[in-house]
């Protein structure tokens, strides 16, 4: 997928701002407070429905505006797609080759965007659910039923959760842990799908960023013990934990509990590796995530890095630049340093000042 043309209005700072992008390389350049993260949030709205900064969207409405306006024209390799989305305090509107849809993963399909920032790192030392949705990014991507399980999960677990809670309903509960069972086989083994495709990806990350030490992501499955995960040991695993869990009124353990390892050398990265490398280790994780949707090199994702020079030091940023030039994905990079980069050909540079954007005619 490649943004070509990107339009934005009311975004913190930016009052109307219109990018016509490089397939390769843009680099947005300007001083701090100049509205360089304000664009990439924009792009991360159109994604996903939020920005990486805040989950609260009257954060980045500009102030005294009613609501931000994001629009891009979009490609495939095949087709065109002109996607937009309109968010106010209380309303979202998505379209779609001019026609309204209503979910943000119909949305979310066309626009496989990576993002990496100085928070990144939370990746590792974050809680398991930003790992969770790590993996499940993957998954929502390469196997479209995924998104429909994945609900469904949730519906699930939520009916288990409420015959735990409401003694009227405790009557169900064997129903509803049947139905848990069954689905989270189903998450779990799309899990596993994605982590297969994904650890290649993350060993030639890894080569080119940390100089040919491992990183190796393992599942583990949201049980508190090591145990065989078959219909009939999970249905006895509940059972003798029902006590417990109607104390604590939710499901303790399954799939929504999941986490993922992330081993460096061998060990547990959080607990071995030095805070640069694991700030490394997130990025190629980044990385490997964006490269994994892509087996037969046609779908590929967006990368966005915001402040790539700011955290890493002299021969990391070298690699780093040299590893995301070697992608051949679109992508966009703020800095403050217009420096940074020698441009290609291909690639665009555009300044950013007082929430105005211009485009550097001197890199195209
Ligand atoms: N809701 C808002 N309305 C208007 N301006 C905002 C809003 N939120 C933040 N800002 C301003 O936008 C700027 C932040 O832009 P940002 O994209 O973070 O800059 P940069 O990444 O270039 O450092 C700041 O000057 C901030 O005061
Ligand atoms: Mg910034």
Not at 23 to 47: F, H, M, T, Y
Not at 281 to 297: G, H, N, T, V, Y
Request: aromatic fraction near 6%; charged fraction near 25%; charge should be neutral.
């Amino acid at each position: 997928m490649l943004l070509e043309q990107l339009s934005i209005s009311h975004c913190r700072v930016i009052e109307k701002a219109e990018l016509k992008l490089s397939p390769r390389v843009n680099l947005i350049c300007g001083d701090n407070g100049s509205g360089k993260s304000s664009i990439l949030e924009a792009v991360a709205i159109l994604s996903r429905g939020r920005s990486f900064r805040t989950s609260r969207i009257t954060d980045v409405i500009r102030q005294n505006e009613e609501a931000i306006l994001i629009r891009a024209d979009s490609h495939d390799g095949e087709n065109h797609f002109r996607i937009g989305i309109e968010k106010s305090k209380t309303t979202t509107r998505i379209r779609v080759n001019q026609q309204d849809i209503n979910t943000q993963a119909a949305l979310s399909r066309y626009l496989p965007i990576t993002i990496i920032d100085p928070n990144s790192i939370e990746l590792l030392t974050g809680s398991p659910s930003i790992r969770r949705s790590y993996v499940d990014w993957i998954a929502f991507y390469l196997f479209p039923e995924f998104h429909s399980i994945w609900q469904n999960y949730q519906r699930i677990l939520k009916q288990r959760n409420l015959c735990l809670r409401v003694p009227k309903f405790i009557s169900a509960l064997p129903v509803w842990t049947d139905e848990l069972i069954k689905a989270q086989l189903q998450i779990i083994s799309y899990r596993e799908r994605s982590l297969e495709l994904l650890n290649p990806q993350l060993a030639i990350f890894a080569d080119q960023l940390l100089e040919g030490h491992s990183i190796k992501l393992k599942l583990t499955s949201g049980f508190a013990q090591a145990m065989d995960l078959s219909v009939e040991s999970q249905r006895a695993f509940y059972l003798e934990r029902q006590e417990t869990d109607i104390k604590s009124a939710r499901t303790l353990s399954g799939a929504h509990r999941a986490d993922l390892q992330v081993l460096f050398n061998d060990q547990i990265a959080q607990h071995s590796a030095s805070r640069g490398q694991l700030k490394l280790i997130a990025i190629a994780m980044l990385l490997a995530q964006s490269r994994s949707i892509d087996p037969d090199d046609k779908r590929k994702g967006i990368i966005a890095i915001d402040d790539l020079a700011a955290e890493l030091d002299g021969d990391n940023k070298v690699r780093l630049l040299s590893t995301l030039r070697g992608l051949n994905q679109q992508l966009l990079l703020t800095t403050t340093q217009s420096e940074l980069i020698p441009l290609h050909d291909e690639d665009c540079m555009f300044h950013v000042k007082h929430g105005k954007v211009v485009l550097n005619d001197s890199s195209v």
